[in-house]
Structure formats: C-alpha cells, structure tokens
C-alpha cells in the first residue's frame, strides 16, 4: 500500500533516473522517456487508490452480511399468538434510567414472594437460572438473557423513555454517583476504600451493574483528574455557561455525548438492549454485529426491525413519560395476571394438601411461604401499592388499581392498603436517598441538574444527541403506539365490564338475574332432554 510520501520520493527517482540516461539522447527519445514514466506514475498511483479502497469495501460487505445473519435469524420467530397472556416466568428487561426498579420494588416484590424470585434477581448480571420454581427475573440484562431462558414459558417486559431525556438522566447520575467518592483524598484512597465496602457489603453495589460498572468508575477518574487540575492551579473559580458545561469540575455533556464510551453504551442504548447487542450481551455474535452497527449506521436499520419485533412480542411495554397510565395498564395487564396465576396455584397446593394430610409439611417449604393460606395471600395481593416517580425524586401516590379475580372472572376495583409501618420505612429510604444525593451534589457545586437547566442546554448540543440516537427515537415511537393500542384495549375492556357489572347493580338487578338464572335453567334443561333422548336412540 503506497502513501503519498513514497509516491512522491518514487516520482523523483524515475524522472531523475529519466535525466542521467537521456542526457545524450535526442529531444524526441527523451520525450518519450518522459511519457512512459508518467504513464507507470499514473499507474502505480491508480494501484496505491485501488489498495486503499479495496479493505473498506470488503470490510463493510463482510459487516453487512453479519448484520443481516444476525438479523435473519432474529425474525425468523413468528409473532407469538398467545404473547398478551402472563407465562410461567416473568422476565423484567429493565432498560437504565427509565423507572424500572420503581416497579420492581413497590409493585413486583408485592406481587412475588422472595422465594419466587430468580437467582440473585437484579443484583447482578451473570447468573445461571436453574432454581426452582425461579418465576421473576428483573435486571439490566439485554434480551440476549433469554437465551438462558425458557423462551416458550417466558413473558418479557419492558419501560421504554425519550431518548433525549434518557441520555441527559444517565449523564447526570454517571456524575452524582461519581461524585460520592470525591471525599477521599485522592483516586487510590476511593478505589480501595470502595474495593473494601463491596467485599463486606451483603447486598449489591451500583458499581456491580450493567451499566453503571462502566460509566461511575470512567467518570470517578475524570472527576478526580479535573479536581487536581484546579489544585495544582490554585484556583477553585470555574467558568460556565450551565450547569451542564462545568468544564473545571466535571466533563460536559457535549463532550460526554461524543466520547467512546458514550458511543459504545449510551447511544441508541435502549434499541441494543432490546435486540440483545449491549457489551452485556450473552451472544458471541452480538458483539461483532453491534461495532459494525456503529460503524456503518445504515445497517443500524436492521437493528431496528429487529427490536420493534420483540416489542411486539412483549407482554406489556411502559413509558416512563406516562406515569399514570402506564401504572393503571401495568396492574391490569401484569399484576392481574400474577394474582390470577398465584391464587390458581395455591388452591392447587391447597386441594393436594386437603388429599393427603402426610403433605402437609410439605407446604411450608412451597412458594407460598409464611404459612400463607389462600385467604391470606388474596388479602395480602390486594394491598399492592404504587410508587411513581415525579420529577427527580421518588413520590408515593396510591393507585386504584383494578385487578382480574378468577373466582368471579371479571374485573372489581381492589381497595389498595398501605400498612403505616412500610409507609414509614420507605418515607425513612426516600429521605436517607436524598440526602445522599445532596451531599453528592454539594461536591460538584455550584452545578444544579434540573428540568430547568436542561432547557438551558443549546439546542445544537440537543439535537447531536438527537442524531447520535436516532435509532432510539424511532423505537420510542413505535413503543408510543404499541402503549396507544394496548391502552385503548384494556380501557375498552374495563369499560364493558364496569358496564355489565352496572347493569346488575341497579335496582332492577334482582330481576335480571332471575331473567339470567330461568335461562341458564332452560338450557340445561333442554341439553338435558335432548340428552337423554340419544342414550334412547342408541338403546333401540
């Protein structure tokens, strides 16, 4: 491969070498001495350009065909027919920074007993499902986890938010985070000091989630570096225009946007986790087909297709930007079910345990454990409440949620109690989270992240951010009418049932329900006689 410099020095020795040995020759052998030298120039230039380009051609041809492999294979699956009824494992792929663990904490660990909870469920990463009577999987995981999974007894789930707004709160809890160390003297003294505390800690680090593992430590370094600058300077005055451009204190958001690691892990983030192409990933493959995505972002197309299919495929998807319904249509569609599952099993496990008293030991050690009965689990379900999440802080508002009962087959609003002792318990976490985040803040002060600082953002930063996840914001929309479409669905079927249930509320109920009962006695009656008038046929 020939650069421009050996071109040059090459050019120079053939017209020189032209020079030495024409000098005695007449004008028209020198001429054509000349000529023909150009001509090999021109040639010998033509092959450098042709070994120049000939890798990238094949580079993006042996990218393109890994990407549709991958791709084919992907959405080779047909739709799921029965993909709106709850399986025997429910898996939470919770995408970062969009109010996941909202739900896992105060809807889903209400609705799931501990023992029913998969392997260390959420805390970390990489485990290996084979527990017992494992039937909820919340974690950052990507959708490549259902490898490991049942994938015909597994219903996913799914959060989905703006990924303008995602990018900004990923961005600012990279910072807080990082900043909690800035208490130490120096970066070694944070690092082992952290070391320390995850080894003696029972629970689980943010440093030991995907994909803060990355991100905290990268911008712990970075915090620690610009906090030395200015002490080696001797001047803690910073210049800014927003909190947001604190280029003494911490790393910019137009810088961050544009780093390697935002390109690797941030952008377009929420379609690679949905399409199992995150640096998470459990698929060898994934890997390959993720870098040439980012290299040639036309096959980013594929990707997309891809992650629209399984959102399809989903059970139900959420967006964080609606709070309200999104909560309303999560009780109707996922908790309903899990309720109607849970109870369908007990009263199996009490119906054996009735048929053999020798198994009543045996009840103990099932999922339903603290002696739980029937009755008490059905009154304990129904006193699931809600968190929801405003602004940047963690707000409890109790939501009248309308569960599905299998005794009675339709829908009846569930009175939902909050017990004052885990009332007061997560009031004590809220206010320790915030303070916390406080003094996190404090650190990094005088930067301030609000809405209102967001807007203060130029516009030719927001629309970078735009560009860089171009990917995610097509999935956004595409989940913004999959939740238009399932919204308008579970209304409709509340509506009805709200209705039918009016019907025999009113004063003239009673009479309907002789109308309904003197019917169902006529057709039993005539599936009866006619019966029996067969069994005769066949006797004759």
């Keep these: 491969?020939?650069?421009?410099?050996?071109?040059?020095?090459?050019?120079?020795?053939?017209?020189?070498?032209?020079?030495?040995?024409?000098?005695?020759?007449?004008?028209?052998?020198?001429?054509?001495?000349?000529?023909?030298?150009?001509?090999?120039?021109?040639?010998?230039?033509?092959?450098?350009?042709?070994?120049?380009?000939?890798?990238?051609?094949?580079?993006?041809?042996?990218?393109?065909?890994?990407?549709?492999?991958?791709?084919?294979?992907?959405?080779?699956?047909?739709?799921?027919?029965?993909?709106?009824?709850?399986?025997?494992?429910?898996?939470?792929?919770?995408?970062?920074?969009?109010?996941?663990?909202?739900?896992?904490?105060?809807?889903?660990?209400?609705?799931?007993?501990?023992?029913?909870?998969?392997?260390?469920?959420?805390?970390?990463?990489?485990?290996?499902?084979?527990?017992?009577?494992?039937?909820?999987l919340v974690t950052h995981d990507d959708y490549s986890m259902m490898s490991k999974l049942p994938n015909h007894r597994t219903s996913v789930v799914t959060i989905l938010r703006n990924p303008v707004d995602r990018v900004f709160s990923t961005y600012e809890f990279s910072v807080e985070v990082a900043a909690r160390f800035l208490v130490h003297p120096n970066l070694t003294s944070a690092t082992q000091m952290a070391g320390r505390l995850r080894a003696k800690m029972r629970g689980v680090s943010t440093l030991d989630i995907w994909p803060w593992k990355y991100l905290v430590p990268w911008m712990r370094e970075d915090l620690f570096a610009r906090r030395d600058a200015r002490r080696q300077k001797g001047?803690?005055?910073?210049?800014?225009?927003?909190?947001?451009?604190?280029?003494?204190?911490?790393?910019?958001?137009?810088?961050?946007?544009?780093?390697?690691?935002?390109?690797?892990?941030?952008?377009?983030?929420?379609?690679?986790?949905?399409?199992?192409?995150?640096?998470?990933?459990?698929?060898?493959?994934?890997?390959?087909?993720?870098?040439?995505?980012?290299?040639?972002?036309?096959?980013?197309?594929h990707v997309l297709q891809v992650a629209k299919k399984r959102l399809d495929n989903m059970l139900y998807v959420g967006l964080t930007e609606e709070h309200k319904e999104s909560a309303t249509m999560f009780a109707n569609?996922?908790?309903?079910?899990?309720?109607?599952?849970?109870?369908?099993?007990?009263?199996?496990?009490?119906?054996?345990?009735?048929?053999?008293?020798?198994?009543?030991?045996?009840?103990?050690?099932?999922?339903?454990?603290?002696?739980y009965d029937l009755d008490d689990f059905v009154h304990s379900t129904s006193q699931v409440y809600l968190l929801v999440l405003q602004n940047r802080t963690l707000c409890c508002q109790i939501l009248s949620l309308k569960m599905m009962t299998t005794r009675i087959a339709v829908l009846t609003t569930m009175q939902v109690r909050l017990l004052p002792l885990k009332m007061v318990k997560q009031r004590n976490k809220m206010k320790e989270q915030g303070r916390r985040r406080t003094a996190s803040l404090k650190r990094i002060s005088p930067a301030k992240f609000s809405k209102e600082g967001r807007r203060q953002v130029p516009e030719v930063v927001l629309q970078q951010i735009k560009s860089l996840n171009?990917?995610?914001?097509?999935?956004?929309?595409?989940?913004?009418?999959?939740?238009?479409?399932?919204?308008?669905?579970?209304?409709?079927?509340?509506?009805?049932?709200?209705?039918?249930?009016?019907?025999?509320?009113?004063?003239?109920?009673?009479?309907?329900?002789?109308?309904?009962?003197?019917?169902?006695?006529?057709?039993?009656?005539?599936?009866?006689?006619?019966?029996?008038?067969?069994?005769?046929k066949i006797k004759i």
Aim: charged letters at 25%; glycine letters at 4%; proline letters at 2%.
């Design 470 to 536: 171009s990917l995610d914001l097509e999935l956004y929309k595409y989940a913004e009418d999959i939740f238009a479409k399932q919204h308008k669905h579970t209304m409709e079927k509340l509506f009805a049932i709200e209705k039918w249930e009016s019907m025999f509320n009113k004063s003239d109920g009673a009479v309907l329900w002789k109308v309904f009962a003197l019917a169902t006695t006529l057709i039993l009656l005539f599936l009866f006689v006619n019966s029996r008038r067969r069994i005769s």
């Design 333 to 371: 569609v996922v908790g309903a079910q899990v309720i109607s599952q849970r109870r369908a099993s007990a009263m199996s496990l009490e119906n054996v345990a009735n048929e053999n008293s020798e198994q009543n030991s045996l009840l103990s050690d099932s999922e339903f454990e603290n002696d």
């Design 235 to 301: 001047s803690d005055d910073t210049k800014s225009s927003g909190s947001y451009d604190m280029n003494e204190i911490f790393m910019p958001l137009h810088e961050y946007i544009n780093t390697p690691m935002a390109h690797d892990i941030v952008h377009n983030g929420a379609t690679f986790q949905v399409a199992g192409l995150t640096n998470n990933s459990y698929l060898a493959e994934s890997h390959e087909v993720r870098h040439c995505v980012q290299k040639y972002k036309i096959l980013g197309e």
């Design 1 to 136: 491969m020939l650069g421009f410099s050996h071109f040059r020095l090459i050019s120079s020795k053939i017209y020189f070498l032209c020079f030495l040995v024409g000098s005695g020759w007449s004008k028209m052998r020198w001429v054509a001495c000349i000529l023909r030298c150009s001509m090999l120039l021109m040639l010998l230039g033509l092959a450098s350009i042709l070994a120049n380009a000939s890798p990238i051609k094949n580079d993006f041809g042996h990218c393109e065909r890994v990407v549709k492999k991958w791709a084919f294979s992907s959405l080779d699956q047909e739709v799921k027919e029965d993909r709106h009824t709850l399986q025997d494992l429910l898996f939470f792929l919770h995408v970062p920074r969009t109010g996941g663990r909202t739900y896992f904490h105060c809807f889903l660990k209400k609705l799931y007993s501990k023992s029913l909870e998969c392997p260390r469920s959420y805390d970390k990463l990489r485990f290996d499902p084979r527990k017992p009577k494992c039937r909820l």
